[in-house]
């Protein structure tokens, strides 16, 4: 609390309650899976017996229609830091972030608010640790909109210059939202619309990851999203996932493949298997897969990780 009589320590506090707490994770109902593996910790610090690493920026993108973006992203962030690479999991969904709920963190403050605010004053690169909650030592998370209606709070460019000063320390993955329409808001003169969040992702990229769905919907979708995409980031490669692929579905991987690869240039085609009872355990748990132990999915996204990985990092990451 700032009295009136010591004003001189208002900027200082103003800050300070800008400045997200501790993230807290619920423990794990009995039977539900296993314990943490250690107690959450709160934004991780700069470890000065640990130099950072430059990593790169992974967007994960896919149309409407609940496909499977955070799930991917978030493990993808998980496998990445299971493999002892400092890793910022950030939701930069402009429709509302979900990550928090998904992991279980209850966080005060948003984080990418936080961070909005700090690149307009000019100081998130020095406090860049403050706008992460700690999920363990390696991966951290910059959690999103508590509401969809706050997108306007994210200024132009504020987004990207979170992602560059992640990316000089660590590998960024980064859940994104569906739509890619570039529309201004009129009431907003000629400020960016909403979906510029997604867009300057993608501009940030290293890597683009597209989730779609295996089913007829969702292929449908699929093949429509890539097109905009393509037009969207000048047709540069992309790793599509097709995710919840399974045989009652009436067609192989060679039949999605020789759809899909007539709508994009391909980095990569990769296949998650439709594994629900894994997924449903680690929303239940508030846990990451990785967290909830060994299963077909969580194989799957090892393999995508490989692929994603740095040339002549696959045979150092293999398990």
């Given at each position: 609390m700032v009295t009136d009589d010591d004003l001189g320590t208002l900027p200082a506090a103003v800050l300070a309650e800008e400045s997200?707490?501790?993230?807290?994770?619920?423990?794990?109902p009995p039977g539900l899976g296993p314990p943490p593996s250690g107690p959450p910790i709160g934004p991780?610090?700069?470890?000065?017996?640990?130099?950072p690493v430059p990593g790169r920026v992974v967007v994960v993108w896919g149309p409407a229609g609940a496909p499977g973006r955070t799930t991917v992203a978030t493990a993808l962030a998980a496998e990445s830091a299971r493999r002892r690479r400092r890793t910022v999991l950030v939701d930069a969904d402009p429709y509302g972030g979900?990550?928090?709920?998904?992991?279980?963190?209850?966080?005060?403050?948003s984080g990418l608010l936080a961070a909005a605010r700090l690149a307009s004053s000019g100081q998130l690169e020095e406090r860049f640790a403050s706008v992460q909650r700690g999920i363990d030592a390696h991966l951290s998370v910059v959690t999103g909109l508590p509401r969809g209606d706050r997108w306007v709070?994210?200024?132009?460019?504020?987004?990207?210059?979170?992602?560059e000063v992640g990316r000089d320390r660590a590998e960024v993955v980064v859940d994104t939202g569906f739509s890619l329409e570039d529309e201004g808001v009129p009431e907003l003169g000629t400020r960016p619309g909403r979906n510029q969040m997604t867009l300057g992702a993608l501009e940030v990229a290293d890597e683009v990851v597209v989730v779609g769905s295996a089913d007829p919907v969702g292929l449908s979708r699929l093949a429509r999203g890539l097109v905009e995409l393509r037009d969207a980031t000048g047709g540069r490669p992309v790793h599509v996932v097709v995710n919840r692929m399974r045989a009652t579905l009436g067609w192989s991987e060679r039949d999605v493949a020789g759809m899909v690869s007539g709508f994009a240039r391909l980095a990569g085609l990769h296949f998650l298997p439709d594994d629900q009872a894994t997924v449903d355990r680690a929303l239940v748990t508030g846990r990451t897969l990785v967290e909830v132990g060994d299963s077909p999915l969580s194989r799957a996204v090892g393999r995508l990780a490989d692929a994603l990985a740095p040339a002549g990092a696959q045979a150092a990451n293999s398990r």
């Open positions: 997200p707490g501790t993230a807290v994770r619920p423990p794990t991780p610090a700069e470890a000065p017996v640990e130099v979900a990550v928090a709920q998904q992991l279980g963190i209850l966080d005060e403050v709070e994210v200024r132009a460019g504020a987004l990207e210059h979170l992602l």
